[in-house]
């Protein structure tokens, strides 16, 4: 598994140079994401936190982690000292747990509201009522340890594309119409975090700002 040319080989791919790589390296060893590192990369994704917390003491200080997965509230303590961005708050309750352990660690956590685009039950995400309704809740705006910058969502795990791109243009069009509403200083839309390794080409071509590569940079998981 050659890291450094997977890297390149992907980044040459890119429909935008701009968009930011996160290599996700959940299962992989450390000296997988050592490697990556030495190829330049400085942002990490893990969906585990306990994964997560054992890695980051062993990489270097300068390494932005973020958080991909499902976020259990009883576990935010845990990476709020150090986490740089989490990807996947998909509910009010949740954010509020962030917003009170960023506090106490006195400093706000960058967060992305995960949205359900996908055809799967499955996948987690609020939906357009419920952040409706979030917003609008009068402790909303208090929310001084966190700071929304965007929006996140997983396509249906299909290889039809024209089901991909329209979930993906789905949330496109989401984020622009949230951009042009007012909102909180604690809240700016800059972000559209869609992609990953089997799906990062549409994503891009329908805008978004940060993908999530996996397996097309370390290889296949067990
Ligand atoms: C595992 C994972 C990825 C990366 O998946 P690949 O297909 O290996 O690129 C991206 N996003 C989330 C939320 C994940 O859990």
Redesign the pocket.
């Known amino acids: 598994m050659d890291i450094k040319a997977n890297l390149q080989k992907v980044k040459k791919t890119f429909k935008n140079p701009d968009c930011l790589l996160v290599a996700?390296s959940?299962t992989k060893p450390l000296h997988n994401l050592r490697e990556a590192y030495d190829a330049g990369i400085r942002d990490f994704?893990e969906?585990k936190v306990q994964e997560l917390q054992a890695k980051q003491p062993e990489m270097p200080a300068d390494v932005r982690w973020h958080m991909?997965?499902h976020l259990q509230r009883n576990k935010v303590k845990y990476i709020a000292p150090y986490v740089y961005l989490i990807h996947g708050v998909d509910s009010y309750k949740l954010l509020k747990e962030i917003n009170k352990q960023a506090e106490k660690n006195d400093r706000a956590i960058k967060v992305l509201l995960q949205m359900h685009i996908a055809e799967e039950e499955s996948k987690f995400g609020f939906d357009q009522q419920e952040l409706e309704e979030m917003f609008s809740d009068s402790a909303f705006s208090k929310l001084n340890h966190v700071q929304i910058v965007g929006l996140m969502g997983?396509a249906t795990f299909t290889d039809r594309e024209d089901q991909i791109r329209k979930e993906f243009r789905g949330l496109k069009s989401l984020f622009e119409q949230l951009r042009s509403r007012d909102f909180p200083p604690f809240v700016q839309w800059s972000e559209l975090s869609m992609g990953?390794?089997?799906d990062y080409l549409i994503a891009q071509e329908e805008g978004s700002t940060m993908v999530?590569?996996?397996?097309?940079i370390f290889g296949s998981r067990n």
């Open positions: 996700v959940k994704g969906n991909i997965g997983m990953m390794s089997g999530r590569i996996g397996s097309a």
